[in-house]
C-alpha cells in the first residue's frame, strides 16, 4: 500500500492461529476501503505468521511484521503503533471482530465533531462446541448507556464506573503527540492505562462516544481469578497521571483505591468458598 491508508489497525498475535484468520476476515471486510491491518506477530511457536503471510498473498492491505521473540503484549502493541500509517489507528486483539461498519461509522463521527479520540461499546461473544456463536454480556458503563447514541465522555463517572469499556480510534497526529503507549512494566491492565493517557491528555477535550457496540469482544472460559488487581489499577493509573500529568486523574485514582481495594477483598472472599482464587490462603483485612 502505497499511499497513506485512512485507518491503521494494529493486531499483536501470539500463537493465535486458532483466530487470526477470522479477525483479519473482519478488519480486512470493513465499508471503509482505505486500511490496513498491521499484525505483529510477537515470537509465536504456532503458525500465526504463516496464516497472515497467505492472507497478505492475496490482500495487500494486510502486513506482517515479526518479532524474533516473544516480547509481550505491551511491546508488540507499541511496535505496531510505531509502524502504522494511517491517519487514523486503532487496536484489535488477536482473537476478536469488528462489526463491519465499525471503522466507517466511528471515523465519520469523529471527523464530524472534529474529535481525536472516539471509541464505542463492546459486545462479549463466546463460541460453542458446534461453532454457533453466542452474545454476551454489553460492556458499557452506566455513566455512558444512558446517554445516546453520540456524546462526549462525563470523565468522572466514566473512571469511577467502568474506565476499561472501551477499544478506541485515535487520529495518529494526537498519538504521536501525546506520545501515548502501552506499559510493558505492567503484566495486566496495560491496555486501560493506555486509554486513560488518551482520555486525559489535556489536548484532547472531547473523547467521543458512539452508543452501539461495533467491537465483538471474545469471551474465554475462564474459572480462575487471580489477587492484586486493585494494585494493579493503582500501578496503571499512577502511570497515566504521570505521563499526562493530569492531577484530575491523580485525585480520582486515590479516592477510588480504597474503595477497589475492599470490593476486591469482599469478591476474594467469595471465589475463594467456591475454590475459584488462584493461591492458598485467605484474604487479609
Not at 493465535?16 to 470493513?30: D, H, K, P
Not at 469488528?98 to 479520540?117: N, Q, S, Y
Not at 494493579?232 to 499526562?244: E, Q
Request: with cysteine; glycine share 8%.
Amino acid at each position: 500500500m502505497s499511499t497513506e491508508p485512512d485507518l491503521s489497525v494494529v493486531v499483536a498475535a501470539y500463537n493465535a492461529s486458532a483466530t487470526i484468520g477470522a479477525t483479519l476476515r473482519s478488519l480486512l471486510a470493513q465499508t471503509l476501503d482505505s486500511i490496513e491491518v498491521v499484525v505483529v506477530d510477537d515470537g509465536s511457536l504456532d503458525e500465526t505468521a504463516q496464516i497472515v503471510e497467505e492472507v497478505q498473498a492475496v490482500d495487500a492491505r494486510a502486513r506482517l511484521i515479526s518479532l524474533d521473540e516473544n516480547e509481550g503484549r505491551s511491546a508488540a502493541r507499541n511496535r505496531g503503533l510505531t509502524e502504522a500509517r494511517g491517519r487514523w489507528i486503532g487496536t484489535c486483539d488477536a482473537d476478536d471482530l469488528w462489526a463491519p461498519r465499525r471503522a466507517k461509522r466511528l471515523i465519520d463521527a469523529a471527523e464530524r465533531r472534529g474529535v481525536d479520540v472516539v471509541t464505542d461499546d463492546q459486545m462479549g461473544f463466546s463460541v460453542g462446541p458446534d461453532g454457533t456463536i453466542v452474545l454476551n454480556h454489553r460492556y458499557a458503563s452506566r455513566s455512558t448507556l444512558r446517554m445516546g447514541r453520540e456524546h462526549c465522555f462525563r470523565l468522572r463517572g466514566w473512571f469511577f464506573v467502568q474506565t476499561c469499556s472501551m477499544r478506541p480510534i485515535v487520529r495518529a497526529a494526537f498519538l504521536r503527540r501525546c506520545g501515548a503507549d502501552y506499559p510493558d512494566h505492567l503484566a495486566n491492565g496495560e491496555d486501560l492505562s493506555f486509554y486513560l493517557q488518551l482520555v486525559f491528555d489535556s489536548s484532547a477535550p472531547c473523547t467521543l462516544r458512539v452508543g452501539e457496540p461495533l467491537y465483538y469482544y471474545r469471551e474465554g472460559e475462564s474459572t480462575r481469578v487471580s489477587e492484586g488487581s486493585s494494585d494493579t489499577h493503582v500501578l496503571l493509573t499512577s502511570y497515566a497521571a504521570d505521563r499526562t500529568g493530569s492531577r484530575e486523574l491523580d485525585r480520582w485514582a486515590q479516592q477510588a483505591a480504597p474503595g477497589r481495594r475492599y470490593v476486591e477483598r469482599r469478591f476474594h472472599r467469595r471465589l475463594e468458598r467456591h475454590g475459584r482464587l488462584e493461591g492458598e490462603g485467605a484474604v487479609e483485612d
